[in-house]
């Protein structure tokens, strides 16, 4: 690994702490925030009252992270908010609203079946970072944020379809609507998802990007039973252009079961997009002919339907990992101990495959079946991942090949992607 950027972990009293994960973690030109419970940072407990409350105090934390680093809550590019009950969600916009009162980011909404400490909703937030982290060397500080929605997908008032900044584009979880009639489309799991991707593809039309520039997916669903449905419907998008056919360009995947989701929808999709041309005033030698860099190794699972990692300029996306043996294709003995260790160990393969290493973590992202196993989880990533890379834990019924834990993370790519020769 080359070049001069740093990972930059930061804490504030200001917000609740932990021993083994940072509140916010900078690399290059993004912060990448730990998921916030709505916990008292004063008493270490659960706020006082319902979901409003909660909704509040998780807000109030990141606000106070975000404080602390000298940004705003208009530095947000993107808002995950998880709740136990999707009917909750109301009272969570109406908090949301006080603290986004114009400009909105790009997001996400799904309700889990369980969150840390048994609390009713948990915010996340991904935060621009125009200083960059070379040391002693800011880059270009004043970054322009692009925000951009289009009536050909669905338009949320308390949501912008795509915000873009620096050389990534993030774009709102969309759910199987039609954008004439703003209606869920008639059919099933199959019809839904392709009308989930029918409206990324609008967004990434609307602001001339490609279909294959997307570096990361996140395909949630109320029914993991649904998933060959999906992936049916993912092949006929994946890959979209005859460039990236003829290299077999796949991006990195995430695949969870939630409780619920807006609209009652069977299936809702994220992505994450490259931003070759990135964002004003970046240098024009800088910022033109990006290339998109995916990699995959025998010494972790492989997937048809996706890249072990997917780096694009100073980050690197890795596909969600079970706890299963690369060599027998079968989940490790053992419990979810023992499969989060084997998460890891499949993460560190696929990170070092390309010459970086596990310090390299930004942001840990963990789905377990049982939330009692979180402890012993977060012990496993604490022995794998150098550093307090950021963190967010959720409860699911149900994970692939009834594995009892699964692990995604995303890492600083220091030395960028090269530009096309």
Not at 75 to 90: A, K
């Amino acid at each position: 690994m080359s070049g001069d950027n740093v990972v930059l972990a930061r804490n504030t009293e200001g917000a609740p702490q932990s021993d083994l994960h940072a509140q916010t973690v900078a690399f290059s030109h993004y912060n990448n925030l730990s998921a916030q419970l709505p916990i008292d940072p004063e008493t270490g407990a659960l706020v006082a009252g319902g979901i409003a409350e909660q909704a509040d105090q998780c807000f109030a934390n990141i606000e106070a992270i975000v404080d602390s680093i000298d940004h705003s809550l208009t530095d947000v590019v993107r808002i995950t908010v998880f709740v136990r009950d999707i009917r909750d969600v109301d009272a969570v916009d109406e908090v949301f609203r006080a603290y986004f009162p114009t400009y909105v980011p790009a997001r996400t909404t799904v309700a889990v079946d369980a969150l840390p400490m048994d609390a009713l909703v948990q915010v996340e937030a991904l935060l621009t970072n125009g200083e960059g982290t070379i040391p002693d060397a800011p880059q270009a500080g004043d970054l322009v944020k692009y925000v951009n929605n289009t009536h050909n997908a669905p338009y949320d008032a308390l949501s912008s379809q795509s915000v873009a900044f620096s050389h990534y584009n993030n774009v709102t979880a969309q759910l199987p609507i039609d954008p004439v009639s703003s209606q869920i489309v008639v059919g099933g799991v199959a019809e839904q998802a392709a009308q989930c991707l029918k409206n990324i593809k609008a967004v990434l039309t609307s602001i001339d990007a490609p279909f294959d520039d997307i570096v990361k997916v996140t395909v949630f669903l109320k029914d993991l039973a649904d998933l060959d449905a999906v992936d049916e419907v993912y092949t006929r998008f994946f890959p979209d252009s005859g460039i990236a056919r003829a290299v077999g360009y796949l991006p990195a995947r995430t695949v969870v079961e939630v409780a619920d989701l807006p609209l009652h929808a069977l299936v809702q999709i994220e992505a994450v997009v490259s931003h070759g041309d990135g964002t004003p005033p970046q240098e024009v030698e800088a910022r033109h002919g990006l290339i998109v860099e995916a990699n995959d190794t025998d010494a972790a699972p492989k997937s048809a339907l996706s890249s072990q990692s997917v780096a694009f300029s100073h980050y690197n996306n890795i596909s969600a990992q079970l706890g299963v043996d690369a060599a027998t294709g079968k989940l490790v003995a053992g419990g979810a101990a023992e499969q989060a260790e084997q998460a890891c160990k499949n993460i560190q393969a696929i990170i070092e495959n390309v010459d970086h290493t596990m310090a390299d973590a930004v942001k840990v992202n963990v789905y377990l079946r049982d939330l009692a196993d979180l402890a012993a989880v977060e012990d496993a990533c604490a022995r794998c991942f150098g550093g307090t890379p950021a963190f967010r834990a959720v409860g699911t019924s149900a994970l692939p090949m009834d594995a009892r834990v699964m692990i995604d993370a995303i890492f600083g790519n220091a030395e960028g992607t090269p530009p096309v020769a």
